[in-house]
């Protein structure tokens, strides 16, 4: 941490010491989110130490705390202090409030004149969100945290009238995959409220953690909060009650509602680990330490249950102030239910048809507590599954239909499907990126949606509130990744929630976000940089020569080096395809406008002999041998026991989950004709004629990102596939596709045909 933060802050100088490059830039209209409407005058009004605020005779009190926290931003980085006055008539920044405005009460009005800046809006919140566009049309540098010298203070005469297009305006983070702690969150917080968005949705509790702190029930802290992971590492965390208010505190004063998701009924087993006699079986249960969906829920036959969970939510809802109180509903099995007696009992007593209608009334009687505490109950949209709460909101995931549905029905919707809006998923190539739960969410993809569905009728629509972007962690292990998943694609989710559809511009988007991330910069925030893409690995064969052709997703500059250096700025310029005939080290990383780099791509360019095919007669099918034991690692498997070989037509055996022991398929595959192939594996090891090509040992490993090429002649190549069983980093090897995949260059990478596997 302390590394990235050094080298985050060696940048921001760099940016400082480059200001007269960085200030040619055309940044004088990048306000993101884009405008409803905005004019550009002639001239500009100049900050200075003798700017000050001037926010009317009644010094209303919410004018005078967002005056003063723009105060304290400009401060940081201008060392003006500005003065809080009465009026002033030239060289200010008018905030008033003006209730005639023909706007919603999020909207603004803002004039800029080479004398004064006003922003008129309805609400103090209007005026902050109009001080935001005020701090987008100065240099970007104006979001530092230090004083930066020889800049010009600028802001460019525009007239401005704006508002969102949506009310909700949303981001997810779950901090119990992997803990987040408070100074993290605060500084989201900060980001959310320079791009206007509302509503930060934490999500608390889970199967892998319980991250709040409820006095009645202590150990739902000292047990639910504590995970030993498979390797035996210790992952814990939770936050104080004091901590909840302060951060409810910072994020109010920020115009951001924190809705908190306590889940129920399932996603569970933190709670139930500290609490065992809440669950149907009475335990004893330790908190999950895989991925996935646990069986364990809250039992729903039981009353002492709800006692349970209405005591803790007298704690929690306190603490949150906002109207939204998220109770999860999201894949609860059944499994438990369908074996209890006291759940079917309830079945039965209550006549409910099965155990969908039971989850129905589980959340109907949660929702009870929830609405006379004055909250409204925001679910997943599993919670439609059995008949929906009446006053409940959907929160749309597993794709629009629910939402669809929900708006139907007349209730309202937030919509969060996973194919836009999970950044937790990979945004760009899986041989270059680091690794995610799924892929292909690029910044466009998320950019694109709309939250109103065509298939929602129109006279309905009004029901769609907004969206969301998710940021779960079941992969973000670190501060600094979780950012690199959110940024910049949560900017994104901040336009199309607050600019109308028809103004919309991709183009004009990315155009402005170039400007934007410098000011992330000044926030040390780790954000995407389009990655050097084209070569299928990172490790390429060649036999006489080979051409290596790059690109990104954003059409950036590109820089390389092949004498064995990282490349800088002023490295060669990647213009054309690398023809190279001979042995090197090609390192190259994208160049943002700024001169900030992406991480390095190093691809080994390596000469190799075609590899000899053998002449060895074999037989349909292939070997699959197993060992037992608690293994890890390909060392553990030295003097193993193997098994006797089992005649298998594939790679499609797939062991129980809970099996610890390894497996090894061996046998022959055919290559159609001399060339380069590329391979790749999501299991431990792969060897081709006796050469380790692919090593996964250790490593947290989906999508076959590992890929390898080599040189063969035509006809059968030996194969050694290992797999051991094991948990890293909450992921099971066996939910991996089992074998490996190849194709000569320039083709999908593809399992071989069954037929052509022989032993």
Known sequence: MKRALSISCLWICLLVLSSSVIMGQDNHLDITPTPQSLVQKNGHFTLNSKTSFAIGKNQRADLKKVAAYFQSKILYSTGYNLNIKNSGSSNAISLQIDKSLKIGNEGYQLTVTPKKVIVKAKTPQGIFYGMQSVMQLLPPQIESETIIDNVAWEIPCVKIKDEPAYGYRGMMLDV?????????????????????????????????????????????????????????????????????????????????????????????????????????????????????????????????????????????????????????????????WNECPKCQKRIKNENLKDAHELQSYFIHRIEKIILAHGKSMIGWDEILEGGLAPSATVMSWRGEEGGIAAASMGHDVIMTPSKWMYIDHGQGAVETEPIAIRFGLPLEKTYSYDPKSPKIPENLRHHVLGAQCNMWTEYAVTPEYTEYLLYPRMLALAELDWTPKEKKDYNSFTRRLDNQLIRLDMHHINYHIPMPEGPMADRIAYTENTTLTFHNSRNYSMVYTTDGSDPQTNSTKYEKPLYLNKDVTVKIATMLPSGKLSPVRSIEVVHEKLMPATEKSTQPGIELRRTEGNLYFVKDLDGAHWSAPKIVKDFEFKPDIEDKGAYCYTGYFEVPADGIYYFSSEMDELRIDGKVIISNDGKLIRHSRTRNSIALQKGKHAFQLLMINNNIGGYLRTWNNKGFILAPEGNELELPKPEKLTH
Not at 200 to 220: Q, V
Not at 272 to 278: F, I
Not at 311 to 335: A, R
Request: proline share 5%; net charge negative.
């Open 176 to 336: 119990c995959r992997h803990f987040h702690d408070v100074e993290f969150v605060k500084k989201q917080l900060d980001i959310m409220a320079m791009f206007k968005m509302n509503y930060f949705h934490w999500h608390l509790t889970d199967d892998h953690l319980w991250t709040i702190e409820i006095k009645k029930y202590p150990r739902l802290a000292e047990v639910g909060s504590v995970r030993r992971n498979a390797d035996g590492s210790i992952h814990r965390g939770f936050y104080t009650q004091e901590q909840i208010k302060e951060v409810v505190a910072y994020a109010a004063e920020r115009y951001i509602t924190v809705i908190p998701e306590v889940e129920l009924p399932g996603h569970a087993l933190a709670a139930l680990t500290a609490y065992p006699e809440y669950s149907c079986t009475g335990g004893p249960f330790e908190l999950r330490n895989k991925w996935g969906v646990e069986d364990n829920v809250y039992c729903a036959g039981n009353d002492k249950t709800f006692e349970f969970l209405q005591d803790i939510l007298e704690e929690v809802i306190p603490l949150f102030p906002g109207k939204f109180f998220h109770i999860g509903g999201d894949e609860c099995p059944k499994v438990r």
